[in-house]
């Protein structure tokens, strides 16, 4: 599976984008499908996840309420909507997915087996 990140971009404080994570190669069938972020010289954040058979989800404290991830099955696509952006959440953003996943797996980034290659999101004050 290969997964394409886009729809990152440059917004200012309080703005909203919406992010895509495609798959090719393969489907999202079987497999959780998370979000991560990165900014340098830090640690991979888990800031969402959506097991694809059944819809779960688990979020991160800090975007709860302000995120929300879906998934489109005909297009085999993962989003995450991201509203009321924070200076702090200026960073780039991965996908991944990892297969056959329990909900309190889905935070741990050595649990996904594929990546996407990360698209940039910068929230101006």
């Known amino acids: 599976v290969q997964l394409q990140a886009s729809g990152g971009g440059s917004v200012q404080a309080g703005g909203s984008l919406r992010l895509s994570c495609a798959a090719s190669g393969g489907t999202f069938t079987g497999y959780t499908t998370g979000w991560f972020r990165q900014t340098p010289g830090e640690e991979r954040e888990f800031v969402a996840a959506i097991r694809w058979t059944d819809g779960n989800i688990a979020y991160v404290d800090s975007v709860k309420g302000r995120f929300s991830i879906s998934r489109d099955t005909s297009k085999n696509t993962v989003y995450l909507q991201v509203n009321s952006l924070k200076p702090e959440d200026s960073a780039v953003y991965y996908c991944?997915?990892?297969?056959?996943?329990?909900?309190?797996?889905?935070?741990?980034?050595?649990?996904?087996?594929?990546w996407g290659q990360g698209t940039l999101v910068t929230v101006s004050s």
């Open positions: 991944a997915a990892g297969r056959r996943l329990i909900v309190s797996s889905f935070s741990s980034s050595r649990n996904y087996n594929y």
